[in-house]
């Protein structure tokens, strides 16, 4: 009964820059964390980015500073803005929420979203 929906992805030039969005509704408590993962054909699915419920973002190596997590814990919302992008950043991207669904229920669950494509390509 949580919903989490991606969107942003495309193709786009090496360069280039996307902005990927992520919603999640349903039955949301509480967001405590909320992460970028991707996944390339033939790959492992991967960190790219991570928020805390303080905002905090928290990146892969890869990244190089290219990236930017973003996001409104509240609204259960979060952004990754990808800027010079390289072809190797080509893949699934997937929005994955660690949320409380209910004030009464103490585990924390971890949703994940269908994945918006990001190709990177000439």
């Known amino acids: 009964q949580v919903q989490v929906v991606e969107s942003g992805g495309g193709l786009v030039q090496p360069g280039g820059s996307l902005r990927l969005s992520c919603v999640v509704s349903?039955?949301?408590?509480?967001?405590?964390?909320m992460g970028w993962y991707r996944q390339a054909p033939g790959k492992e699915r991967e960190l790219v980015a991570t928020?805390?419920?303080?905002?905090?973002?928290n990146y892969a190596d890869f990244v190089e500073g290219r990236f930017t997590i973003s996001g409104d814990n509240a609204k259960n919302t979060v952004y990754l803005q990808m800027n010079n992008l390289k072809s190797e950043d080509t893949g699934v991207y997937y929005c994955?929420?660690?949320?409380?669904?209910?004030?009464?229920?103490?585990?924390?669950?971890?949703?994940w979203g269908q994945g918006t494509q990001v190709t990177v390509s000439s």
């Open positions: 928020m805390s419920s303080d905002s905090t973002g």
């Open positions: 994955n929420a660690r949320i409380r669904r209910f004030a009464w229920e103490g585990t924390i669950t971890s949703s």
């Open positions: 349903g039955s949301v408590f509480r967001s405590y964390a």
